[in-house]
């Protein structure tokens, strides 16, 4: 890795303000280029979640804390993030009516698994592709695609910050 990156990235001030923090709590001299290092090696991280980060290690590390232990302390703040939020909005969610099947499902196209069915005809259009994306005329069937709720659906979303594991 070339230092050229690092010279001339623009360190956010309050990760500077933060690691500043740090540094006085842990009774570490923090030098310039390893604020640039650590900003450089972070700078894939959202900033605010990142400074409560280091807050975080602020208050239990004993020494100056690897990158790697400032990333597991962003992780896991970020994953209590989804679960609340994803909580919030299961919470938020219409009073279920056990007479309206509509108002079992935060969506009703996939009901809520994240697929939906489609039928293809089997037959190649004007864009040379049938409707399942196959390039060559076969027989009808039904495929499944992602639905349009994936990202926003509160039950989906739910389960994906119960299930998410740890990126290192
Ligand atoms: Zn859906
Ligand atoms: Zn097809």
């Known amino acids: ?12 001030p309050e990760l500077r ?7 006085l709590a842990l009774n570490h001299t923090l030098e310039e280029p390893q604020v640039r290092a650590m900003a450089y090696t972070l700078r894939d991280l ?3 979640l990142l400074s409560r980060a280091c807050a975080e290690v602020a208050k239990t590390a004993l020494f100056w804390p690897k990158v790697a232990e400032i990333r597991e302390a962003y992780v896991r703040l970020e994953r209590a993030e989804a679960e609340a939020s994803a909580d919030r909005a299961l919470a938020a969610l219409p009073p279920m009516d056990p007479s309206d099947w509509r108002s079992w499902y935060a ?3 996939c009901q809520d698994t994240s ?3 489609l039928e293809c005809n089997g037959l190649v259009d004007d864009d040379r592709a049938a ?4 390039p060559r005329e076969h027989e009808a069937h039904r495929f499944a695609v992602r639905c349009a709720c994936y990202l926003t659906n509160p039950r989906l979303r739910a389960e994906r910050a119960r299930t998410r594991v740890s990126r290192p």
């Open 1 to 12: 890795m070339s230092s050229e990156p690092i010279a001339s990235l623009v360190v956010p």
């Open 17 to 23: 303000r933060t690691l500043g923090v740090l540094a």
């Open 46 to 48: 959202d900033v605010a």
């Open 107 to 109: 969506c009703h196209d």
């Open 115 to 117: 697929f939906v069915l």
């Open 131 to 134: 409707r399942c994306g196959r």
